[in-house]
Structure formats: structure tokens, C-alpha cells
T-cell receptor, first 112, second 115 residues
Framework: QKEVEQNSGPLSVPEGAIASLNCTYSDRGSQSFFWYRQYSGKSPELIMF????GDKEDGRFTAQLNKASQYVSLLIRDSQPSDSATYLC????????????FGIGTKLQVIP | DTEVTQTPKHLVMGMTNKKSLKCEQHMGHRAMYWYKQKAKKPPELMFV???????INESVPSRFSPECPNSSLLNLHLHALQPEDSALYLCASSQESGQVAETQYFGPGTRLLVL
């Protein structure tokens, strides 16, 4: 069973701080990594994807990938109350590129 | 346009009913997905269609029957469901590069309650 692990939280950060969300995965052959945000009662929406080792930045968001350590993270700078949501890490399956496995998600609370 | 639409938004059905969920996308994506999500759990993959052919069935019970009439439409036919099937049903679509997993774009979901 290929797994994606996240701390379910809640992770509480003050407004304006950096939120750091982490994810580990067990499938060494995984090639694609995604971060989705899901507000309560809504569907997941893509925040970022990353395929290569290193950092990828998009506005206030930075995704970091380390395939050797099987670790992917998401940093949110200048956190806003509107960032309060559950953040799902999704990892593609080796040998089956159409299938991604989601972690349980980390609930982020940004305190005004 | 990255919109995936789903109807209905909410559905209440009895265990003897037959109903269908519908999903539509006009992004030219050739892969479409059905997921089931229970409260405080991650989405669980049910089915994948690639170029209108069923490519993945995650051992889903036969009371769920998917259909892909064309590249823009995806249906999920429901029959003789159980109360534990109550969940948020999510449709998603993605490009189909054939090499790496592409970003999946999700619809708003159908919240299903089985009585």
C-alpha cells in the first residue's frame, strides 16, 4: 500500500507568519507532486504542482521537493486568515501515472 | 477556463432508488475521474476514464456504474446504494500526456445522502 503521510493538525499560525506544511510519501517511483487547498464543504483546488527536486515559487507559495528523502513541503508566506483551510498533498503512483494518492490533509488555522 | 461542472449539487435517495450524477468539462481534457470523499478524509479514487475508455476501477462495488458518453461528459449511475455510501462525490479532469500525472481539476462535487 503506497502511502502519503501528513500531520492532520490543526497547525495554528498568526497572521503574517510563515506556515510550513509537510508531507512524506512511500513510493520511490513517484514523479508528480501536488498541493491542493480544500475549504470546508468545498472541492479541492490546486495550489501548486512540482516535478523536480528543489524549490518552486508562485506568489506567497513555495513548494519544496526532495525525492531522496521522499519529502515534499509547502510554505505559505505572509499567511492570511483566508488561507485557513485543509491542505492536501497528492502524489502520483509509479507505474500508473493516472493515479494519485492523497494524504489526509493538514488543517491550517491562521489567527488574526 | 478551468471549470468542471457537476449536477446535482445535492442528492437524497433511498436504498431502492436509481439516480445518476453528471460531470462536464470543456477544457479538452481526455482523462476524467470519479472520487468519493467522506468527512475529514481525503478523496478516494473510484474510476478513471482515458480517451473515453475505462482505465482504472479501484474495485468499486457494482452498485456504482460509470459511463463516459463522450470526451466532455462523465456520468456515475447509482443503484441500490447503502447508507455508508453517503459522501461527497467529486469529478475531476486532466490533460492526458501519457507520461506523467497531470494536474487534476475538480468540480464542486455532489453531496449524496442515502437514506
Amino acid at each position: 500500500q503506497k502511502e502519503v503521510e501528513q500531520n492532520s493538525g490543526p497547525l495554528s499560525v498568526p497572521e503574517g507568519a510563515i506556515a510550513s506544511l509537510n508531507c512524506t510519501y512511500s513510493d520511490r517511483g513517484s514523479q508528480s507532486f501536488f498541493w491542493y487547498r480544500q475549504y470546508s464543504g468545498k472541492s479541492p483546488e490546486l495550489i501548486m504542482f512540482i516535478y523536480s527536486n528543489g524549490d518552486k515559487e508562485d506568489g506567497r507559495f513555495t513548494a519544496q521537493l526532495n525525492k531522496a528523502s521522499q519529502y515534499v513541503s509547502l510554505l505559505i508566506r505572509d499567511s492570511q486568515p483566508s488561507d485557513s483551510a485543509t491542505y492536501l498533498c497528492a502524489v502520483s503512483a509509479s507505474g500508473g501515472y493516472q493515479k494519485v494518492t492523497f494524504g489526509i490533509g493538514t488543517k491550517l488555522q491562521v489567527i488574526p | 477556463d478551468t471549470e468542471v461542472t457537476q449536477t446535482p449539487k445535492h442528492l437524497v435517495m433511498g436504498m431502492t432508488n436509481k439516480k445518476s450524477l453528471k460531470c462536464e468539462q470543456h477544457m479538452g481534457h481526455r482523462a476524467m475521474y470519479w472520487y468519493k470523499q467522506k468527512a475529514k478524509k481525503p478523496p478516494e479514487l473510484m474510476f478513471v476514464y482515458s480517451y473515453e475508455k475505462l482505465s482504472i476501477n479501484e474495485s468499486v462495488p457494482s452498485r456504482f456504474s460509470p459511463e463516459c458518453p463522450n470526451s466532455s461528459l462523465l456520468n456515475l449511475h447509482l443503484h441500490a446504494l447503502q447508507p455508508e455510501d453517503s459522501a461527497l462525490y467529486l469529478c475531476a479532469s486532466s490533460q492526458e500526456s501519457g507520461q506523467v500525472a497531470e494536474t487534476q481539476y475538480f468540480g464542486p462535487g455532489t453531496r449524496l445522502l442515502v437514506l
